[in-house]
């Protein structure tokens, strides 16, 4: 099985601050990692998938980068409306998620 | 407008069954692949099945092999899950999602994109005595 690992688990950031959330795989996934943001009592958004590749809808700030085993989403200048918790996936091998990553109001 | 609503969880006693459904409107059904994905309370995302375009290939995490079983009736664009032998363990809330695209079809096989947009709103599927 692949293990996702995230870093780190919680991030404090203010609004207007750039972040980078990292997703380590245990083993080479080439590119097939999506991203999702899920905020409190609600599901999961998709915000990338294919590592890099910008789901219709979600805005220009999100991007996603890296292939192989480490892989980065980045949120250019955070909005009140990105505090939420991120998930990584690979798509590889069957599927599995990263821990998660809470990105709370510093 | 693209949507997915679970419905069919609730309290049931370890070893019980329930049958969740997943009623999809704004698509066409019967082109995507469609998946189940739970969340324990507080804890992450952990994919549990997924189910191919017509239903003949259905698969499932180790965790749940043996005593849940997806499938869909695509005249009703109904996503179902039926689990039986309910343990402590399965206490979550169950999400459908749609596979991100159609399948990526060869000259012999189709193919699970294995990304998900969109999902549901969840059922919550609790298990105690």
């Known amino acids: 099985d692949i293990q996702m690992t995230q870093s780190p688990s919680t991030l404090s950031a203010s609004v207007g601050d750039r972040v980078t959330i990292t997703c380590r795989a245990s083993?080479?996934?080439?590119?097939?990692l999506a991203w999702y943001q899920q905020k409190p009592g609600k599901a999961p958004k998709l915000l990338i998938y294919?590592?890099?590749s910008l789901e219709s809808g979600v805005p220009s700030r999100f991007s996603g980068s890296g292939s192989g085993t480490e892989f980065t989403l980045t949120i250019s200048s955070l909005q009140p409306d990105d505090f939420a918790t991120y998930y990584c996936?690979?798509?590889?091998?069957?599927?599995?998620f990263g821990q998660g990553t809470k990105l709370e109001i510093k | 407008e693209v949507q997915l609503v679970e419905s069919g969880g609730g309290l049931v006693q370890p070893g019980g069954s329930l049958r969740l459904s997943c009623a999809a409107s704004?698509?066409?059904?019967?082109?995507?692949?469609m998946h189940w994905v739970r969340q324990a309370p507080g804890k992450g995302l952990v994919w549990v099945s997924r189910?191919?375009?017509?239903?003949?290939?259905?698969s499932y995490a180790d965790s749940v092999k043996g005593r849940f079983t997806i499938s869909r009736d695509n005249a009703k664009n109904t996503l179902y899950l039926q689990m039986n032998s309910l343990r402590a363990e399965d206490t979550a809330v169950y999400y459908c999602?749609?596979?991100?695209?159609?399948?990526?079809?060869?000259?012999?096989?189709?193919?699970?994109?294995?990304?998900?947009?969109?999902w549901g709103q969840g059922t919550l599927v609790t298990v105690s005595s």
């Open positions: 083993q080479s996934i080439s590119s097939w």
């Open positions: 996936q690979q798509y590889n091998s069957f599927v599995s």
């Open positions: 189910i191919n375009s017509d239903g003949s290939s259905t």
């Open positions: 294919k590592a890099s």
């Open positions: 999602a749609r596979d991100g695209r159609p399948p990526y079809c060869s000259s012999t096989s189709c193919y699970a994109r294995n990304w998900f947009d969109p």
């Open positions: 704004g698509f066409t059904f019967s082109s995507y692949w």
